[in-house]
């Protein structure tokens, strides 16, 4: 499969998550924070085949670059509700595209780096999800960070969810799949990081982080 049939399939893939996210929203069968993580979610996921589909990094990180354009400016004038953060201030969804960006730019020619980054995807996008749903409606232990505030359930949360997002990087990307000591490590590097960053920013630390983290264990 060429890099331009690859990026064609992706095109419809992320506008028919993006159009539903919204459509769903609109019809009130999810909510806006809801229809945020349906986004975040369905375009993570798509690192899976991202990393089968395409030849080259160039091509693989050509559509996330158009988006942290695209998301930049439906940030500014907040052009697709679905895809915007409650917080004015929030860059949570102009950094996830970023991350794809220097990701792939980092790792997609090194040994295990495809398996690296597939799972500093999937740890975001998963699991970052996964701490956000459960603390929001199950959250009653708090601890404060910063300014803010995470739930004890959120972080759980989002430590089992990466154990589950770093096992299947390994199974699918990997020459070799993940042992549980370094899947243990990198889920619960991420849950600190999650935990620890403010205003969107662990859509780019989190990922980055456990890619680096992976790799670095050879």
């Not at 988006?67 to 860059?91: I, P, Q, Y």
């Amino acid at each position: 499969m060429t890099d331009l049939i690859a990026t064609g399939i992706s095109v419809l893939y992320i506008g028919a998550v993006v159009g539903s996210s919204e459509w769903l929203r609109r019809t009130g069968r999810l909510s806006f924070d809801h229809s945020r993580k349906w986004v975040h979610v369905g375009v993570g996921t798509w690192i899976l085949p991202t990393v089968l589909l395409f030849q080259s990094a160039f091509w693989a990180a050509f559509l996330p670059g158009i988006f942290v354009l695209v998301n930049a400016v439906s940030h500014r004038f907040k052009l697709v509700k679905a895809m915007d953060e409650e917080a004015g201030d929030n860059l949570g969804t102009t950094l996830f595209p970023l991350a794809f960006c220097i990701l792939i730019a980092i790792f997609w020619s090194r040994d295990g780096g495809k398996a690296a980054l597939t799972a500093g995807i999937l740890v975001l996008a998963w699991g970052d999800a996964a701490a956000a749903l459960v603390g929001k409606r199950f959250g009653r232990h708090r601890y404060r960070v910063g300014s803010g505030w995470r739930s004890f359930e959120g972080s759980t949360a989002m430590f089992f969810v990466s154990i589950v997002a770093v096992w299947v990087a390994g199974s699918f990307a990997a020459s070799e799949p993940y042992g549980w000591l370094p899947i243990l490590g990198a889920a619960g590097l991420a849950t600190v990081l999650e935990a620890g960053s403010r205003w969107g920013f662990d859509n780019l630390i989190v990922p980055a982080g456990t890619a680096f983290f992976l790799w670095g264990l050879g």
